[in-house]
């Protein structure tokens, strides 16, 4: 099975769950609980049980995987003592996504029916935000939910979406990328009254969901319309629709870099972004920038080269040319896990991770790979720039 397998049940069932898989779920955490972990606001895609506290609640259901294999599969509510979760468990002998390996691949759970699933694990970056993109979902926090109409969270948002709400009644197109992080931002200041998020963890995952809040909210009062209209053939059909496709793939990477540099330049750090040097090569940030770079008497260890990615599971490579001058490469992403064969080549490669505090319990540190927050990386950042430092 494809991606485009996996776009077209999700699209056919109206609905589908996409969750990346963790060490936890895939039991090599010291739990020792395995199954596919499954979040509790999506509980009406997968179960008739909701979470009540002081029970346990199963129900069975067939699941299709790739490749020919099926399951009969448990969906069990644990709610007593000081359980609060679902599992997706009983997968029998020979199943091979139960594995550490797929720790960061994207587990699309389509639900046709309460007894009857699909399943897709898309294992490559360029898979993953193909399905992303297709169905517009944002993974943010480990997990999305496809199905039209539908809030992700619940009793937080309010504030925002009204303040969201307010800011697209004024537009009659779209705005740039830039424009709507900042718009975003302003919103999640607004809303946050006397609790504004001091962390650049907290401020970089509030500012992104905000965003994604937004350009849903416009894409539903600009787009929608395009899509609803008569086609005189498929051609004018599939224009419109790689029109849309587009702009959400570019919205999603845009949004993630547009918010980090407001983070560097938030804390007066000095950086260029994508800057030419090493003849073609175009890093995305270099801290403090080209001249310093391109200055032999500058330090080497005070100079950062940082690429920015939203996924990183099988991109991460690319950063390892993007400097003669700089040994070690930091890689600012919002990837919630990856497998422990793949962090021993990070560290090999001399490779160091940013990631928001709140990601850091996917990632193995026993494998001795080097991961900051970001608040981390920017205290770094500050560091280096003192002068005296090396």
Avoid at 12 to 27: E, P, S
Avoid at 97 to 102: I, N, Q
Avoid at 288 to 307: D, H, I, M, T
Wanted: one cysteine or more; hydrophobic letters at 40%.
């Amino acid at each position: 099975m494809s991606v485009e397998s996996a776009i077209s049940d999700a699209l056919a069932a109206g609905r589908a769950l996409c969750k990346f898989i963790t060490r936890n779920d895939v039991g090599a955490t010291d739990s020792h609980q395995c199954g596919f972990h499954l979040p509790k606001h999506a509980w009406p895609l997968f179960t008739a049980h909701p979470p009540l506290k002081g029970r346990k609640d199963k129900s069975s259901v067939r699941v299709q995987w790739p490749h020919g294999f099926a399951t009969d599969s448990v969906v069990t509510w644990y709610g007593e003592k000081t359980r609060s979760e679902y599992r997706l468990t009983c997968f029998g002998r020979g199943f091979p996504w139960m594995d550490e390996r797929y720790v960061g691949s994207l587990l699309v759970l389509v639900p046709f029916s309460l007894t009857r699933f699909g399943a897709h694990v898309l294992e490559t970056d360029a898979d993953i935000e193909l399905l992303k993109t297709a169905l517009g979902v944002e993974t943010l926090g480990g997990w999305g939910v496809y199905a039209p109409g539908a809030a992700k969270h619940d009793g937080t948002r309010g504030c925002i979406e009204r303040v969201i709400e307010k800011t697209v009644t004024t537009l009659d197109e779209f705005p740039d990328g830039k424009w709507m992080a900042a718009r975003a931002r302003d919103a999640v200041n607004h809303c946050a009254g006397s609790s504004i998020p001091t962390s650049a963890d907290e401020k970089l995952l509030r500012w992104i969901e905000a965003e994604y809040q937004l350009f849903r909210r416009l894409e539903t009062k600009l787009a929608l319309p395009s899509i609803q209209r008569p086609f005189l053939d498929l051609d004018a059909f599939m224009d419109v629709a790689a029109t849309l496709m587009n702009r959400r793939k570019s919205r999603a990477g845009h949004s993630f870099e547009n918010h980090v540099e407001e983070l560097l330049r938030g804390d007066g750090l000095p950086f260029d972004r994508q800057p030419r040097i090493d003849g073609n090569v175009k890093p995305d940030l270099l801290i403090p920038g080209k001249a310093a770079y391109e200055n032999p008497a500058f330090p080497v260890s005070r100079l950062v080269v940082a690429g920015l990615k939203t996924t990183c599971k099988d991109r991460w490579r690319q950063i390892l040319n993007e400097s003669k001058r700089i040994p070690e490469k930091h890689l600012v992403t919002l990837q919630e896990g990856i497998s422990a064969n793949q962090l021993l080549e990070m560290r090999e490669a001399n490779v160091t991770l940013v990631v928001p505090k709140p990601f850091h319990k996917g990632y193995d540190l026993r494998t001795g790979i080097r991961l900051l927050s970001v608040d981390d990386f920017l205290a770094k950042l500050h560091r280096l720039q003192t002068p005296g430092s090396s």
